[in-house]
């Protein structure tokens, strides 16, 4: 087969040592900045972007910058999970959903298990996705053409949908939440008509809630003032810390892979459409939590439950290089990041790109191979030592968490104000946790709220007010109709059990 | 002044003081950065802005230009707004550069918030940047006139993606419909690439995308360019497709359609600056200009490579603003 070979050639190219060394560092600074919450992947690829730029002029000197920036989005794909599970603090948006388990399993002092089961699911989602793009990208590359407006706003509705009721406990309640991150997102420029709205004249909102600074406020300083309250004792100390977790954690795993499969195609379709990993993680875990038998226990500390956010999460994450490959559209903030690389090294993204530059195709594919490989080893060997920082008394720990979330909510737009604005979410956190509310709803209608609302009026625009635009095709219709059937699923379910008991 | 004379370190003072006024004047007076300078991106990661502003971080940085090192940060909140007022608090901050789109004009205007050009010191106009008007190939349009033609028969239901709402795309679709009397829908995206993406597509009827962000999708056939909006035909003659560079491509005011906008790549410091330390940066960006790593950048993206600095980019920017405003009244596109 032809993409055999042309990976084999990719393969020769990713292996020189100076490559694979520029892998490790990458990979391993990725893990830093994932760690670090408001740093980010697309603001680490970001800085060292004008480094890799003389790099680039070298004869092969491209491949070589793609490939330590691209470990870095890989690293820090992975690195998101550690504080998610550690310290309920997503160091990524995309390891949101990972916190639900991941943390309680933390807590009930499984945190080794927690971390090994994320990676292994990241490295599982990231490994199919790249054999995706090895067979298929001439196939599922043109997909992405296929989405316009109707289209987006039809996938976030599905990830709407795959999520509301998760929550479990009152309905009421998720939807107050899920009304709240909605408002929260409608602050600052409205992108349809280019006005500012809610901003109530302070300069300060013009710019929004950035959602990064809500998530840290939210969970991480919520998370402290509640274990504050609880007699400043760390629950997962008693944390084992040698290598056999990884052993025993793998033991467990291919029970779920029923789960890792399904949301390794969720993140896949995600990253082509390009919708993101973050809509995935989410969507995933709420189809995962439908799905599985143990549905109900989710959020309570279940190994599916981690399994199923990080394995979309990666996936999405390695499939999003496909659209900025062949389309030259980014699929996350970090591969925009990395398609103006391409362009300050003279490289046109594009459809022309496989043709052309072969070489530094097929040799960032095979890297994705290598990197995540690299990436694996790197962090699992790290586990024991990840886990065992649960061991350090809650008194020491808890002002160090503190100063690195203000340290990140402060970097995400270096202004003082965002730092207040944690704290203001902090104390909404405790509250919301105190009164019951779910805070994922909140979260996620802050994260996406923007993007659907720009895209349902985009869509509403060019059918001049036609709803049947979100029928107009089969892909859009069945995007709503499968929408649609999620939401109203229990009722149903409880109709059809109505209809069968008296028949 | 008593006793000047007798005091040993005014001795040395004195004495390193005539040693400077021996060397030639400018090193002496020569104002350099002291710490490290923040290049403030009004606009998102990835886009035309920031991809320029990078790529001078990246000749400043490979060809040693700067003793200090440059970061750059965007600050897009607002339609750049966050970024602008960020810079006019930093009033007297030689450490700051920003780098300017249209939004300079059109965020004040359409938002209302508070900041004005005269806010910042004009340092220097890097160069412009080429709109073109671009329809799917797969469709019959091969001139503008034709295309033009068919936007009216179609009673409005023709539809323009662009970057961004009462901004520089909308602008230039609000004046081919009052130079046309054609009507369209107007709708906003992200990013240039995800519009060129969604005329591929066919998500949208037509585009007017800066070069860089379509050259692609133009070059793998998906799309046609109709027209430029500039005064005169893009430079560049290297061939980008088969048949055509990007000279081929007529400008819009020979095909009938007499619209001419070019958006301004051009940088900017706090005010309150010295006279000097405005003159550092405009050395620092000569520099970069005469690199061969700026000249292929250039070419790549077929700017327009007019370049101004002092007075003249002043009253440019000027007449710009000047412009805007009529544009944007005439568009409705003003803030109450």
Same mark, same amino acid.
């Given at each position: 087969?032809?993409?055999?070979?042309?990976?084999?050639?990719?393969?020769?190219?990713?292996?020189?040592?100076?490559?694979?060394?520029?892998?490790?560092?990458?990979?391993?600074?990725?893990?830093?900045?994932?760690?670090?919450?408001?740093?980010?992947?697309?603001?680490?690829?970001?800085?060292?972007?004008?480094?890799?730029?003389?790099?680039?002029?070298?004869?092969?000197?491209?491949?070589?910058?793609?490939?330590?920036?691209?470990?870095?989005?890989?690293?820090?794909?992975?690195?998101?999970?550690?504080?998610?599970?550690?310290?309920?603090?997503?160091?990524?948006?995309?390891?949101?959903?990972?916190?639900?388990?991941?943390?309680?399993?933390?807590?009930?002092?499984?945190?080794?298990?927690?971390?090994?089961?994320?990676?292994?699911?990241?490295?599982?989602?990231?490994?199919?996705?790249?054999?995706?793009?090895?067979?298929?990208?001439?196939?599922?590359?043109?997909?992405?053409?296929?989405?316009?407006?109707?289209?987006?706003?039809?996938?976030?509705?599905?990830?709407?949908?795959?999520?509301?009721?998760?929550?479990?406990?009152?309905?009421?309640?998720?939807?107050?939440?899920?009304?709240?991150?909605?408002?929260?997102?409608?602050?600052?420029?409205?992108?349809?008509?280019?006005?500012?709205?809610?901003?109530?004249?302070?300069?300060?909102?013009?710019?929004?809630?950035?959602?990064?600074?809500?998530?840290?406020?939210?969970?991480?300083?919520?998370?402290?003032?509640?274990?504050?309250?609880?007699?400043?004792?760390?629950?997962?100390?008693?944390?084992?810390?040698?290598?056999?977790?990884?052993?025993?954690?793998?033991?467990?795993?291919?029970?779920?892979?029923?789960?890792?499969?399904?949301?390794?195609?969720?993140?896949?379709?995600?990253?082509?459409?390009?919708?993101?990993?973050?809509?995935?993680?989410?969507?995933?875990?709420?189809?995962?939590?439908?799905?599985?038998?143990?549905?109900?226990?989710?959020?309570?500390?279940?190994?599916?439950?981690?399994?199923?956010?990080?394995?979309?999460?990666?996936?999405?994450?390695?499939?999003?290089?496909?659209?900025?490959?062949?389309?030259?559209?980014?699929?996350?903030?970090?591969?925009?990041?990395?398609?103006?690389?391409?362009?300050?090294?003279?490289?046109?993204?594009?459809?022309?790109?496989?043709?052309?530059?072969?070489?530094?195709?097929?040799?960032?594919?095979?890297?994705?191979?290598?990197?995540?490989?690299?990436?694996?080893?790197?962090?699992?060997?790290?586990?024991?030592?990840?886990?065992?920082?649960?061991?350090?008394?809650?008194?020491?720990?808890?002002?160090?968490?503190?100063?690195?979330?203000?340290?990140?909510?402060?970097?995400?737009?270096?202004?003082?104000?965002?730092?207040?604005?944690?704290?203001?979410?902090?104390?909404?956190?405790?509250?919301?946790?105190?009164?019951?509310?779910?805070?994922?709803?909140?979260?996620?209608?802050?994260?996406?709220?923007?993007?659907?609302?720009?895209?349902?009026?985009?869509?509403?625009?060019?059918?001049?007010?036609?709803?049947?635009?979100?029928?107009?095709?089969?892909?859009?219709?069945?995007?709503?109709?499968?929408?649609?059937?999620?939401?109203?699923?229990?009722?149903?379910?409880?109709?059809?059990?109505?209809?069968?008991?008296?028949? | 002044?008593?006793?000047?004379?007798?005091?040993?370190?005014?001795?040395?003072?004195?004495?390193?003081?005539?040693?400077?006024?021996?060397?030639?004047?400018?090193?002496?007076?020569?104002?350099?950065?002291?710490?490290?300078?923040?290049?403030?991106?009004?606009?998102?990661?990835?886009?035309?802005?920031?991809?320029?502003?990078?790529?001078?971080?990246?000749?400043?940085?490979?060809?040693?230009?700067?003793?200090?090192?440059?970061?750059?940060?965007?600050?897009?909140?607002? &339609? =750049?707004?966050?970024?602008? *007022?960020? %810079?006019?608090?930093? +009033?007297?901050? !030689?450490? @700051?550069?920003? /780098? #300017?789109?249209?939004?300079?004009?059109?965020?004040?205007?359409?938002?209302?918030?508070?900041?004005?050009?005269?806010?910042?010191?004009?340092?220097?106009?890097?160069?412009?940047?080429?709109?073109?008007?671009?329809?799917?190939?797969?469709?019959?349009?091969?001139?503008?006139?034709?295309?033009?033609?068919?936007?009216?028969?179609?009673?409005?239901?023709?539809?323009?993606?662009?970057?961004?709402?009462?901004?520089?795309?909308?602008?230039?679709?609000?004046?081919?419909?009052?130079?046309?009397?054609?009507?369209?829908?107007?709708?906003?995206?992200?990013?240039?690439?995800?519009?060129?993406?969604?005329?591929?597509?066919?998500?949208?009827?037509?585009?007017?995308?800066?070069?860089?962000?379509?050259?692609?999708?133009?070059? &793998? =056939?998906?799309?046609?360019? *109709?027209? %430029?909006?500039?005064? +005169?035909?893009? !430079?560049? @003659?290297?061939? /980008? #497709?088969?048949?055509?560079?990007?000279?081929?491509?007529?400008?819009?005011?020979?095909?009938?359609?007499?619209?001419?906008?070019?958006?301004?790549?051009?940088?900017?410091?706090?005010?309150?600056?010295?006279?000097?330390?405005?003159?550092?940066?405009?050395?620092?960006?000569?520099?970069?200009?005469?690199?061969?790593?700026?000249?292929?950048?250039?070419?790549?993206?077929?700017?327009?490579?007019?370049?101004?600095?002092?007075?003249?980019?002043?009253?440019?920017?000027?007449?710009?603003?000047?412009?805007?405003?009529?544009?944007?009244?005439?568009?409705?596109?003003?803030?109450?």
């Amino acid at each position: 087969m032809e993409e055999i070979n042309a990976l084999l050639q990719g393969f020769g190219v990713a292996l020189s040592p100076l490559n694979l060394l520029l892998m490790f560092v990458g990979v391993i600074l990725g893990i830093i900045i994932g760690v670090l919450p408001g740093l980010g992947g697309a603001n680490g690829v970001a800085i060292l972007l004008p480094l890799t730029f003389s790099m680039a002029q070298q004869p092969g000197g491209t491949t070589s910058a793609i490939i330590l920036l691209s470990c870095i989005y890989w690293g820090a794909l992975f690195g998101g999970a550690i504080t998610s599970i550690l310290f309920n603090i997503p160091g990524e948006p995309w390891s949101v959903a990972t916190t639900f388990d991941g943390h309680p399993l933390a807590q009930q002092g499984r945190a080794g298990s927690a971390l090994t089961a994320a990676f292994t699911s990241s490295f599982i989602g990231a490994l199919i996705a790249v054999i995706m793009i090895t067979f298929l990208s001439p196939v599922v590359a043109g997909f992405a053409l296929r989405f316009g407006p109707p289209e987006f706003f039809s996938v976030y509705l599905l990830t709407f949908c795959a999520f509301v009721g998760m929550s479990g406990g009152n309905a009421a309640k998720t939807v107050a939440s899920m009304m709240i991150g909605f408002a929260l997102a409608a602050v600052g420029l409205d992108s349809v008509t280019g006005t500012l709205r809610l901003t109530f004249g302070f300069t300060s909102l013009l710019k929004g809630f950035d959602f990064l600074i809500a998530v840290i406020g939210l969970f991480g300083i919520g998370e402290i003032l509640e274990t504050l309250e609880e007699g400043l004792a760390f629950k997962g100390a008693s944390a084992r810390i040698n290598m056999k977790v990884v052993l025993e954690t793998w033991k467990e795993l291919p029970r779920y892979w029923a789960t890792s499969l399904r949301s390794a195609a969720v993140g896949c379709f995600m990253g082509i459409v390009p919708g993101g990993a973050t809509p995935a993680s989410f969507m995933s875990y709420g189809l995962a939590r439908r799905l599985s038998k143990d549905g109900n226990d989710f959020g309570s500390g279940r190994v599916e439950g981690v399994v199923a956010p990080e394995t979309a999460a990666h996936a999405a994450g390695t499939s999003a290089l496909l659209p900025m490959i062949t389309l030259g559209v980014p699929g996350s903030p970090t591969a925009a990041v990395l398609l103006g690389g391409l362009l300050i090294w003279g490289l046109q993204p594009g459809p022309l790109l496989f043709v052309e530059k072969p070489d530094f195709v097929w040799g960032l594919i095979a890297s994705m191979y290598l990197g995540n490989i690299a990436g694996l080893i790197v962090v699992l060997t790290c586990v024991p030592l990840f886990a065992a920082i649960l061991r350090i008394p809650f008194s020491i720990i808890a002002p160090v968490i503190i100063v690195i979330c203000a340290i990140g909510a402060y970097t995400v737009h270096n202004s003082m104000f965002d730092v207040y604005l944690m704290v203001v979410f902090g104390v909404i956190g405790y509250a919301f946790k105190k009164l019951g509310y779910p805070l994922a709803p909140m979260v996620l209608a802050l994260v996406l709220g923007d993007r659907a609302e720009e895209n349902f009026r985009n869509a509403i625009k060019g059918s001049q007010g036609d709803m049947l635009v979100f029928f107009s095709n089969g892909l859009v219709g069945g995007l709503t109709s499968l929408a649609l059937l999620l939401l109203f699923w229990p009722l149903i379910r409880a109709g059809w059990r109505v209809v069968l008991g008296k028949s | 002044m008593r006793n000047f004379t007798n005091r040993p370190w005014c001795k040395t003072a004195a004495l390193a003081l005539f040693a400077a006024a021996a060397v030639p004047v400018q090193a002496f007076a020569a104002w350099e950065p002291t710490k490290t300078v923040e290049f403030v991106v009004p606009a998102g990661t990835g886009g035309g802005a920031d991809q320029m502003a990078r790529i001078i971080q990246g000749i400043i940085a490979k060809n040693k230009l700067m003793k200090e090192p440059m970061v750059v940060v965007n600050k897009a909140g607002g &339609a =750049g707004a966050e970024g602008f *007022l960020d %810079v006019k608090e930093s +009033k007297g901050d !030689p450490h @700051k550069l920003i /780098i #300017t789109l249209s939004n300079l004009f059109t965020t004040p205007l359409a938002t209302n918030t508070p900041f004005n050009w005269r806010d910042l010191t004009p340092v220097q106009m890097m160069a412009l940047d080429n709109f073109v008007l671009w329809v799917n190939s797969e469709t019959p349009y091969k001139t503008t006139k034709e295309y033009i033609a068919a936007v009216k028969a179609g009673g409005g239901k023709f539809k323009m993606g662009g970057t961004g709402s009462k901004q520089e795309d909308q602008i230039i679709t609000v004046a081919i419909e009052k130079q046309t009397g054609a009507k369209f829908i107007y709708i906003s995206y992200r990013g240039g690439g995800e519009v060129a993406v969604q005329l591929v597509g066919k998500h949208v009827d037509s585009t007017v995308n800066n070069p860089i962000e379509a050259v692609a999708q133009w070059r &793998a =056939g998906s799309l046609r360019p *109709l027209c %430029v909006f500039d005064a +005169k035909r893009m !430079p560049y @003659k290297a061939k /980008i #497709t088969k048949t055509m560079s990007w000279y081929d491509i007529p400008t819009c005011k020979d095909t009938g359609l007499d619209v001419e906008y070019l958006m301004l790549r051009g940088i900017f410091m706090p005010g309150g600056v010295t006279e000097e330390q405005k003159q550092y940066y405009v050395d620092l960006l000569k520099k970069v200009r005469e690199t061969p790593d700026w000249k292929s950048f250039l070419e790549q993206g077929a700017f327009n490579q007019t370049t101004l600095a002092g007075k003249e980019y002043e009253a440019w920017v000027a007449r710009e603003e000047a412009r805007h405003i009529m544009l944007m009244k005439e568009a409705g596109f003003l803030a109450k």
